[in-house]
């Protein structure tokens, strides 16, 4: 296809009128795509278009690009990422127009910006999303947090189509005809492009979805559940209403989604769900496109049967000069040359478009009946794996249906014991208090009858007391009856003696006077008792009337009791027949238990036989590792062999417990499997550590360790054999196995190297003087880049200040958090020699434990070396002398160290100490310094990449060519350098081990 056709196309596609884009330019744009596979010329032209000057221009720029990345060839994604920051500045430049095209050109370069970057992430995806399921699933390539992060990604695609659809939607007057108007079809025309996207999109949501619903809880995916029914209900609306425009229904069939949105709790709704299918019927093309005249070529053959023909229709007379109508109409020759020139070439041209015709129906056929043939394929295995389902959800059912009704069972069982226990404690309950009721009743019953006793006793002293009074009245009356009758008659006899009666008289009236106030005395006293007796007899009235208040209630009280202890016998017996079927239940339930139980220890005893004959087979293959020759190549260090043998005594007798527990109780498997399987992986390891250091050992203890090894692996094998077998399960003993590696242990012990050559008594004082150094160096390291920070700000400007403040900041973020680290670490480390060092000394403390004040020496010097050298990089890096990946290497060797540092520390500190936890805090601290550093290091590296990125669109064809060539030789030349590198690095670390040998005495030990 001609350059410069494609070229007009574009030019007529994206113009200024405000008119839909024509069909047959678009065709002819993405044909050009596919014949130059690429989009540079449509970009060439495009870069030249004022895009944003003119709104309506840009609307059909997004319109065609669109078109381009859909339909276009696979390269134009490619070519067209470079202009993405330029689409995302013309969208914002757009966005500040709230009228006519320039919110629409907004939002629709967003969405143009938002397809590229999705179709970069997911390359699987083509441009017009058309994939099948297993297409579909292998782009998740079956992990579920690709299929998460895919349907997000979705969800924001989809996102940015429906705001393009609902902007065009609400910039147009639906109270007119807007969709018959050549403005209104401007606008809708892309909404074509639109819906296509959204039903396939749709379509993929849905399924990706009720793929999340089957691998994840419910609750996690409820964000994305809220996300797909609001663009549901969107999308919905807007399929409607774009289906009732006259203009869509010429153009496109859209399809309607359903009623309900798909339920994603129910797994088999999938079933139910329909992929929408958009329909382009084949007249959709618009009504002004022109057939393509240039695709295919004419050559002599169809030139001569088109002669043919034309002979067969009218005659070979007509071959030598067709169309001769001179004697009719008196036509000069010109003109008929003219129109028969005419004739044939629109005769060709209706040719090459029979046979475009005739070549896309060939290949359209071709491509339905491959479809239809793996939609076949896919079917009858969705039939299978529907089957297959069907099979197990119906075993499943049937397995659920058995369990719920043993486990309703057990809980109505268990519902009923309650229930009566419930119910016998609640009777007790009440018994209780009833009886307690009785008591206080009877007590108050007797507190009464003696309260009515005693007022009865006292009624009845003072009824004597007043007849007693009585008495004495009438003795008195009757005494002065008698005397009155005998003075009568004495005065009457006895005159003479008058004065002595007389006197007489006196002293009897005088005893009458007493007598009359002792008789008005008793008469008040006996007013008193009548008083008090009334009073008495109204308190006896009133108690007779409680007492028998307290009768009636006593009684009822009684009668209640009575109901309470005949309803509470009823319970009872019910309780007691209920009881009864419980216990029946669980007879059955412990009979069916013990069987399980046998069959428990059946499967206990034949898992543990596998574990110990995997176990055996484990230290055999060892043994057979030691005698192969790949091994020989393998070494290995005293200390690691040190370590492994520990672990392996420690499981050994670990090991000896639980057996011993198991041959106690024979359902103590779970404590004894762990420890078998461990056991034989630490002797495999072990063993294998063991031959590997032999290698590299001395002649006489390598042999002796060699022959110790084998001598274990035997050992281990016998005692494995013997908690297999039955018969000699009693006298298996672990004793000869922990006895070679106590001797394995003990030349490992020989083997270990000898450490500093410093004295005894000398390391306390080195350890103090390499503490103080390391935090001496930190503190020089953070002056140093105090001072580069001061000269970078004096000197710098732009992009490599601000590069260079960011990372000398963050290095002295990472100095201050070592140094807190480093004091830390003093406080930590004299806690330790304070609590472990008892009545000794600091110095002695310190030369009892060599090993661990090693440790802390050599961790101290890797710090304070790392600071400066991690200070050293950073000075090259602002002179611009360094590399950023140096800085980086510098910052995480230097983590690695203070890590040596924090391990050394913590090997003897107290789990519960407070220095430990600030020594933890500040070591976290140290990390993320150390990925602050990292993080601005690249940041920079980046931002400086940015700025000195090239500029290839001033250069021509040759230029771009030479420097391709240049970066060819240059990319060889560091693939040669690389490689030479890695020899070196491999040849240094050689170097390095042998002199890690000399330095730690192997050599020694082979002379002697």
């Not at 169309?323 to 090459?352: C, H, V």
């Not at 434990?849 to 200070?871: D, F, P, Q």
């Amino acid at each position: 296809m001609e350059l410069g056709k494609v070229t007009v196309s574009i030019n007529k596609a994206i113009n200024a009128q405000e008119v839909a884009v024509k069909e047959k330019h678009a065709r002819t744009c993405i044909l050009g795509t596919h014949h130059e596979k690429g989009a540079q010329t449509f970009w060439s032209v495009v870069n030249r278009l004022p895009l944003s000057g003119n709104a309506v221009l840009c609307w059909k720029f997004c319109h065609v690009f669109h078109k381009l990345l859909r339909d276009g060839h696979s390269n134009v994604l490619k070519d067209s990422m470079r202009y993405k920051n330029e689409l995302s500045d013309m969208s914002r430049m757009w966005g500040h127009l709230s009228e006519g095209y320039g919110q629409l050109c907004s939002i629709y370069l967003k969405l143009l910006r938002t397809k590229m970057e999705f179709h970069t992430k997911n390359p699987r995806f083509p441009g017009n999303l058309q994939m099948s399921d297993r297409q579909l699933d292998e782009a998740g390539e079956n992990d579920v947090n690709n299929f998460f992060q895919l349907t997000v990604e979705m969800f924001d695609y989809l996102e940015c189509e429906l705001n393009l659809f609902q902007t065009v939607f609400s910039s147009l007057d639906m109270s007119r005809s807007v969709s018959v108007t050549a403005a209104g079809q401007c606008r809708l025309a892309p909404l074509i492009q639109v819906i296509l996207d959204c039903s396939h999109l749709y379509d993929y949501t849905v399924k990706l979805l009720f793929k999340l619903h089957s691998c994840l809880p419910a609750d996690t995916l409820q964000g994305h559940r809220d996300r797909f029914l609001e663009q549901f209900r969107k999308l919905k609306d807007l399929f409607y209403r774009s289906s009732n425009l006259q203009y869509f229904k010429q153009l496109i069939q859209i399809p309607q989604l359903p009623e309900n949105p798909p339920n994603f709790l129910r797994a088999s709704a999938l079933s139910e769900h329909i992929s929408p299918v958009v329909v382009i019927p084949a007249e959709a093309s618009s009504p002004d496109s022109e057939p393509i005249t240039d695709l295919v070529e004419m050559d002599a053959a169809s030139q001569s049967l088109f002669d043919n023909k034309f002979d067969d229709i009218f005659g070979s007379s007509f071959s030598c000069d067709p169309f001769n109508f001179n004697s009719q109409n008196g036509m000069s020759k010109d003109d008929k040359d003219r129109l028969i020139e005419q004739l044939y070439r629109e005769i060709t041209a209706l040719k090459e478009e029979l046979e475009n015709f005739k070549a896309e129906s060939a290949r359209g056929a071709v491509q339905l009946r491959g479809r239809a043939s793996e939609l076949e394929a896919e079917l009858a295995e969705q039939q299978h794996l529907k089957q297959q389902a069907q099979d197990e959800s119906e075993f499943l059912r049937t397995e659920l249906e058995e369990l719920k009704k043993q486990r309703e069972d057990t809980e109505k069982a268990q519902r009923s014991l309650t229930e009566v226990e419930r119910r016998a404690q609640a009777n007790e309950q009440r018994y209780s208090k009833l009886k307690e009721k009785y008591s206080e009743l009877v007590q108050n019953h007797a507190d009464l009858l003696r309260k009515n006793a005693e007022v009865t006793k006292q009624i009845t002293v003072a009824r004597q007391a007043q007849g007693d009074v009585e008495q004495e009245k009438k003795e008195l009356e009757d005494s002065f009856q008698r005397v009155s009758e005998q003075a009568q008659r004495k005065s009457l006899e006895q005159a003479e003696v008058l004065e002595t009666l007389k006197r007489e008289l006196a002293a009897s009236r005088q005893e009458l006077q007493v007598l009359q106030g002792t008789l008005e005395s008793s008469t008040q006293a006996r007013a008193e008792q009548n008083t008090r007796i009334a009073n008495l007899e109204q308190e006896r009235d009133r108690l007779s009337q409680a007492a028998e208040q307290h009768s009636d209630k006593m009684a009822a009280l009684q009668a209640e009791l009575q109901q309470l202890q005949d309803t509470l016998s009823h319970e009872q017996k019910s309780s007691r027949t209920e009881l009864e079927m419980l216990q029946t239940q669980l007879r059955d339930k412990e009979n069916t238990e013990q069987v399980l139980q046998q069959r428990l220890a059946e499967e206990q005893l034949s898992l543990l036989q596998s574990t110990l004959h995997e176990a055996k087979r484990m230290v055999q293959d060892s043994l057979a590792r030691m005698e192969d020759p790949a091994h020989v190549s393998c070494t290995g260090s005293a200390d690691c062999l040190l370590s492994q043998t520990l672990a392996a005594s420690e499981c050994a007798e670990r090991l000896q417990d639980a057996y011993s527990k198991y041959l106690s109780d024979g359902a103590a498997v779970g404590s004894l499997l762990p420890c078998l399987a461990l056991f034989a992986h630490l002797v495999s390891n072990t063993l294998l550590q063991g031959s590997a250091t032999s290698h590299v050992a001395p002649v006489e203890p390598a042999d002796r360790l060699l022959e110790l090894c084998k001598q274990c692996g035997s050992e281990a094998v016998n005692y494995l054999s013997a908690l297999q077998d039955p018969g000699k399960v009693a006298c298996a003993d672990c004793s000869l196995v922990t006895a070679c590696l106590g001797q394995i242990s003990a030349i490992g012990e020989e083997l270990r190297p000898r450490g500093l050559d410093v004295k005894q008594e000398e390391l306390g004082d080195l350890v103090d003087k390499e503490m103080a150094a390391t935090a001496a160096a930190i503190e020089t390291a953070s002056a140093r880049i105090e001072e580069m920070l001061s000269k970078a700000r004096a000197g710098d400007t732009g992009v490599k200040l601000e590069v260079n403040e960011r990372i000398l900041g963050s290095c002295t973020g990472l100095m201050q958090a070592i140094h807190i680290l480093v004091l830390a670490s003093k406080d930590l480390q004299r806690e330790i020699v304070e609590s472990g060092r008892g009545a000794a000394s600091p110095k002695e403390f310190y030369a009892k434990n060599s090993r661990w004040t090693e440790g802390l020496i050599s961790a101290s010097k890797a710090v304070g070396w790392g600071a400066t050298v991690m200070v050293d990089a950073a000075d090259l890096v602002v002179q611009g002398k360094g590399t950023f990946e140096e800085l980086m290497v510098c910052s995480r060797e230097i983590a690695a160290s203070t890590a040596q540092l924090v391990a050394a520390s913590k090997v003897k500190a107290d789990k519960d100490s407070t220095n430990l936890c600030k020594l933890q805090q500040a070591s976290r601290g140290v990390n993320q310094a150390t990925a602050s550093v990292v993080a601005s290091t690249k940041a920079g590296k980046s931002q400086v990449e940015e700025k000195d990125s090239m500029d290839f669109s001033s250069m021509t064809l040759t230029q771009i060519k030479r420097q391709e060539m240049d970066s060819q030789v240059r990319v060889l030349e560091l693939e040669n350098q690389l490689q030479k590198e890695r020899q070196k690095l491999g040849e240094l670390r050689k170097k390095h081990y042998e002199l890690a040998g000399v330095a730690e005495g192997w050599e020694e030990d082979a002379a002697d």
